[in-house]
């Protein structure tokens, strides 16, 4: 069992950032590839970035690329995946969830087999 936590989230004015974490946990918790999903309110969880187990291999989702970085730290107890956001946009707005996948290079939920509970993002005026 692999257990994710998100924490960060909250309410960011447009324009401005925003980090969010997670920490994961587990069994075997550091050969996981990591990544950030998001449900926008009334729509479906989209995909937002990847990492692959050596934070070497990058995937974002469309138009995420270049305000949305995601990176990893490993620790000796728990691995921390962290999701920087810039330059936030009202359309932002949405529920972010940490995942683990064996695989890299996923972008469907159902490719992944652990999740996080979610922290809410509300980029607003």
């Known amino acids: 069992q692999v257990q994710l936590v998100e924490s960060g989230g909250g309410l960011v004015q447009p324009g401005g950032s925003l980090r969010v974490s997670c920490a994961v946990s587990?069994?075997?918790?550091?050969?996981?590839?990591l990544a950030w999903f998001r449900q926008p309110p009334g729509k479906e969880r989209e995909f937002v970035a990847a990492i692959s187990v050596n934070g070497r291999n990058l995937a974002y989702g469309n138009g995420l690329k270049g305000r949305f970085t995601i990176s990893r730290d490993h620790e000796r107890v728990t691995e921390m995946l962290y999701l920087q956001m810039n330059n936030l946009k009202p359309e932002d707005t949405a529920v972010y969830y940490c995942?683990?996948?064996?695989?890299?290079?996923?972008?469907?939920?159902?490719?992944?087999?652990?999740w996080g509970q979610g922290t809410r993002v509300t980029v607003s005026s």
């Open positions: 587990g069994r075997m918790f550091s050969t996981y590839a």
């Open positions: 995942a683990a996948a064996e695989a890299t290079g996923n972008r469907l939920p159902r490719d992944y087999v652990y």
